[in-house]
């Protein structure tokens, strides 16, 4: 939609919230004034709150909207002053402030799925995470601004409208929230009906210490299902962090008995690894609270998108509807100001499927919400990840995405064997020794970039004995890397060549190539390799699907590999060899980087574009000199 997106207020309302409580009004109190001013429409008499809250009043005239922003604001800071053990409740029960600007954007986008059939006294609303009730206000918004013949059916679409939330607190607010909003901005009058409202766990019954199932549906009365659901969902891991509930026995039990409870009735089938709330909701949402024909609207971490514990609801999602636009917000944002955490969100129509959606990435302020989006299709990201990772990259990002992935993943060439380092640091540390062996041990922090550094420890050979099948890589050269790898670091993959007889802990990962099967690409030779897996290209390609600070021998399998003519193939070993015997030799790896550019076919700009993306490096300065000179 080409909406003009609402107004980004974030900051304004933060610092109204700080000025507030330096002043010291408390939480309570800023509350309650916040709700006098808007049911009655004036400042009040406590100069102070009328003195902060001026911004909020121009032109004879209350901003609404910010208003309820900063009702839900303090909410939440309230409830991260009330303790839980080591942490807070607004941490154990995983509540985030939700930002206007972005609700109403989902709303509309939501709603547009409609097109012409739009009907809103006809509609179900479910809002599960309700908490004060901002995404409930942007869809009335939402609706009222579509068409004000609606505010006279304002009570019949309110009746259709169902909230819940464990937070009591917040839904208490809401019911007084939402009529005040109605009544101040479109002089309407509106209750929200009690039986619309279930206050608790929309997900589990754990009373009396058995865990049940609850179900929206059943509770409301809606067996068939909500027409509408929009949310931003708790994100907490299930799970009882020691660091945070210290000996809080109850809940590590009652969690233990949800996950029992979860896997025992294969609860969530789209839900793998460690559990977290909000891809449940997610996965709840899209199964079960909605009807066939379902328009969902969702504000969710954008890990969704690309990790590899999410690949099972991500193809749910992918495969089975329509996805509207999708749009990413970076970790430092204006939009959540007292929070570190990438986010995404976006519409889904469930009655449809189809091959295309639209990616607009790095929203940082409202003003980017009408960026020109990126189309895309699903074929698209079939074909550069079988996790089926929604790359957030731009235009140009895509293009050489589909151009290098023309050419076969790691793990599709049959003569390329990709593992995990074989002696475990934790259980078979007893094999380690000072003593000298026949075998050296090598762990992952001695590993640079063509280089390795040992520390004169080896392994016994009794070891060796138990490795089965893996004790055959020993007599083989191997390509090495790390396993961890900060996030944050502009080079991540770095690989070297290690001779035989060298074990590995399992804090590195390996490559070797097999000359003795009959599918043997014999221009894929281990040096070649060594010089493709260190170049800028191929780091990165791994960088844009990466999520986390490892380095998965999953994700090295979906690097693509093209085959060189013999001409680059000698290049590539030359150069590789090369800088084994001078690593830091910047000229040799400028002339690597060009020519693997050449071999997977980037023109210029693109080749720029991969540098751009390593400007830090003094090698990228080399490298674009390199390009000039071909």
């Known amino acids: 939609m080409n ?17 507030l409580s330096s002043s010291g009004m408390s939480d309570d109190i800023i509350i309650r004034s916040l709700v006098d001013m808007l049911k009655t429409n004036r400042l009040g008499n406590d100069l102070t709150f009328a003195t902060f809250l001026s911004g909020f009043y121009s032109n004879g005239e209350f901003d609404y909207t910010s208003m309820i922003e900063l009702i839900g604001l303090t909410h939440q800071k309230k409830k991260e002053k009330v303790a839980i053990s080591n942490t807070d409740e607004r941490k154990h029960n995983g509540i985030y402030y939700t930002n206007y600007s972005i ?25 599960p995470c309700s908490g004060t009730g901002i995404f409930a206000i942007a869809y009335l918004d939402t609706i009222f601004e579509t068409n004000k013949k609606y505010l006279s059916h304002s009570q019949k679409i309110l009746n259709n409208m169902f909230y ?6 917040a839904i208490s607010l ?12 479109y002089t309407i009058d509106i209750v929200v009906p009690e039986k619309n409202i279930f206050i608790g766990d929309a997900l589990f019954n754990t009373e009396k210490g058995n865990v049940g199932k609850n179900d929206l549906r059943v509770i409301f009365n809606k067996k068939s299902g909500f027409d509408v659901v929009l949310t931003n969902p708790p994100y907490k891991l299930l799970k009882a962090n020691s660091n945070k509930y210290g000996e809080s026995a109850t809940y590590k039990e009652q969690i233990t008995e949800i996950l029992k409870f979860i896997r025992r009735n294969n609860t969530y089938k789209f839900n793998t690894g460690t559990l977290n709330l909000y891809k449940l909701f997610v996965e709840e949402i899209i199964e079960n609270y909605t009807n066939n024909n379902g328009k969902i609207g969702l504000l969710i971490p954008s890990t969704l998108l690309s990790d590899k514990q999410s690949f099972e609801l991500r193809s749910r999602l992918l495969d089975k509807y329509s996805l509207f636009t999708i749009y990413t917000i970076p970790e430092k944002n204006n939009f959540f ?25 790095n929203i940082s302020d409202s003003e980017e919400l009408n960026k020109e989006p990126i189309p895309i299709s699903k074929t698209e990201i079939n074909s550069i990840s079988t996790f089926k990772e929604i790359v957030l990259t731009d235009r140009m990002g895509w ?9 076969k993943r790691l793990k599709e060439i049959p003569s390329i064997t990709n593992l995990r380092g074989e002696l475990d640091l934790t259980l078979d540390k ?25 520390d004169n420890l080896f392994v016994h050979n009794s070891f060796i004995n138990k490795l089965n099948g893996k004790a055959r890589f020993l007599s083989l050269e191997r390509l090495v890397c790390q396993q961890i790898s900060n996030i944050n670091l502009t080079k991540r993959l770095k690989f070297s060549k290690v001779p035989r007889n060298v074990v590995l802990g399992n804090s590195c990962n390996f490559i070797v190539t097999n000359n003795d099967t009959l599918f043997q690409e014999s221009n894929i030779s281990l040096d070649y390799l060594l010089g493709l897996l260190n170049s800028f290209l191929l780091n990165w390609r791994f960088q844009v699907t990466s999520s986390n600070n490892h380095i998965g021998n999953y994700e090295l399998d979906e690097l693509p590999l093209a085959i060189p003519n013999l001409e680059q193939k000698s290049i590539v070993e030359d150069l590789a060899n090369r800088l084994v015997n001078d690593p830091n ?26 540098l751009d993306k390593h400007k830090e490096s003094e090698i990228a300065k080399v490298t674009e000199k390199w390009l000039y000179k071909t």
Do not use: M, W
């Not at 909406?3 to 000025?19: F, G, L």
């Not at 929230?177 to 901005?185: D, H, N, V």
């Open 174 to 185: 809401l019911k007084i929230i939402i009529p005040a909003y109605l009544k101040s901005k």
């Open 430 to 454: 007893k094999f380690i020794t000072n003593d000298g062996t026949n075998y050296c041990f090598l762990r992952g922090n001695g590993i640079k970039e063509f280089v390795f550094t040992k």
């Open 3 to 19: 909406n003009k997106p609402a107004k980004n207020n974030s900051k304004q309302i933060y610092s109204t919230y700080n000025s």
């Open 337 to 361: 100001l007292d929070i570190s955490q990438a986010f995404c969100f976006f519409s889904l129509d469930k009655s449809k499927h189809t091959d295309e959606l639209k990616l607009v990435t």
């Open 585 to 610: 030799n910047s000229d040799f790896k400028g002339k690597l980087n060009s020519t693997v550019f050449d071999i997977y076919g980037l023109s210029k700009d693109e080749a720029l574009y991969i």
């Open 164 to 169: 819940a939330d464990i937070d009591e607190e």
């Open 103 to 127: 609700a109403k954007r989902i709303a509309e986008d939501t709603l547009s799925l409609y097109s012409d059939s739009f009907d809103p006294t006809k509609l179900t609303f479910l809002e």
């Open 399 to 407: 293009r050489i995405l589909h151009k290098i992935h023309k050419n």
